[in-house]
């Protein structure tokens, strides 16, 4: 080992350990078609071409944000992994593609095995709800750049498709009906403003959950992972006709389920149709958030939205719930241009 590198703050023995205890997590995550493991220069994955005669690679890549502060505040970091596996495979899906492989980025200040274990943890955890195989990925130590204890973590996500299966939302059509799968939470976008919120009012991550959910800490609840609906998507697309999908993250509903309509379409929500979580409407009050604030910023108890026929619109929500989901018709496509309208209160939502 460089005496000369530990001195300027790289231990690569670190490093070596840190890899070593990501191989069992990595194990758990395995496809037939990977055909390397872990430690190599390259990840190697071959394509299901008995499945996929004509594919089409769709790629992803994303990060979890400043949620990361709330798993440095608590020392707790065995879920973030799963939200940036959800974050990317949920994207792909969109367009009707089965994730293969992830790879991950995780960038530290000082390498801490035990802590880099516990992300990549979470990194397995995610790729094995998502049926993905985890093949590869970096752990950078860069001092100077991040504070000790603190990391950033990104990841990146390769799905495949049929060309003639692609979901691209040209089919979309009047009166189309909208369903919403039901999110877990705030899942990874808004904690900035989150964040701003609590400390502006100087309120402890320690303190009970003010939803009251389960006897959680404030800071578990910020800290419930991102929802996977890529297996539940992907099911629903090959029993049903479905004409888009949308993921809900950063930009919330208001921005999201735009872009699936081209410009070409207005959907019309139905506020009271969904149960929307309580900690939203903590948020709402304590910041004195507006409603265009809201819903351009969180995903407000809907992570993931599949525009449908009328015709399949109740067989859709009925074999998404059977398949773990709580999905509800929460609005409609009618002509016009590209936009959400928000038609009833939220606060009337369902319980």
Request: aromatic residues 6%.
């Amino acid at each position: 080992m460089s005496e000369a590198y530990r001195e300027a703050g790289v231990d690569i023995s670190a490093g070596d350990e840190a890899a070593r205890r990501y191989q069992a997590h990595a194990a758990r995550t395995w496809r037939s078609e990977a055909l390397t493991a872990l430690g190599g220069f390259g990840g190697a994955f071959a394509l299901p071409l008995d499945r996929y005669p004509n594919p089409v690679l769709v790629s992803g890549t994303d990060g979890v944000g400043t949620k990361l502060k709330i798993a440095f505040a608590l020392g707790r970091h065995d879920t973030v992994g799963i939200d940036c596996v959800a974050m990317c495979v949920n994207d792909i899906a969109v367009m009707g593609a089965e994730p293969l492989f992830f790879l991950d980025y995780l960038a530290m200040g000082t390498v801490d095995p035990a802590v880099a274990e516990q992300v990549v943890r979470g990194v397995a955890d995610g790729c094995a709800q998502a049926g993905c195989a985890l093949i590869g990925g970096e752990t950078a130590e860069m001092p100077g750049i991040y504070q000790d204890g603190e990391y950033d973590l990104a990841g990146f996500a390769v799905g495949v498709v049929n060309r003639d299966r692609i979901i691209d939302s040209s089919a979309i059509a009047d009166d189309d009906v909208v369903i919403g799968l039901a999110s877990s939470g705030l899942h990874s976008n808004g904690f900035s403003l989150v964040r701003k919120l609590i400390g502006n009012a100087g309120i402890a991550l320690d303190t009970p959950a003010p939803t009251g959910t389960n006897g959680l800490t404030l800071g578990e609840e910020l800290l419930t992972p991102t929802r996977i609906y890529s297996p539940t998507a992907l099911a629903l697309c090959r029993e049903f006709p479905v004409h888009g999908m949308a993921h809900i993250t950063g930009g919330g509903l208001t921005d999201n389920i735009p872009r699936i309509l081209h410009g070409r379409w207005v959907v019309e929500l139905e506020l009271a149709s969904w149960r929307v979580p309580p900690i939203f409407s903590w948020l709402a009050r304590r910041g004195d958030l507006s409603d265009d604030d809201l819903f351009r910023t969180f995903n407000m108890g809907v992570g993931f939205v599949l525009v449908v026929p009328a015709e399949a619109a109740d067989g859709v929500v009925a074999r998404a719930n059977e398949l773990g989901e709580r999905a509800a018709r929460i609005g409609v496509v009618r002509s016009g241009e590209g936009q959400v309208l928000r038609r009833g209160s939220w606060r009337d939502s369902r319980p």
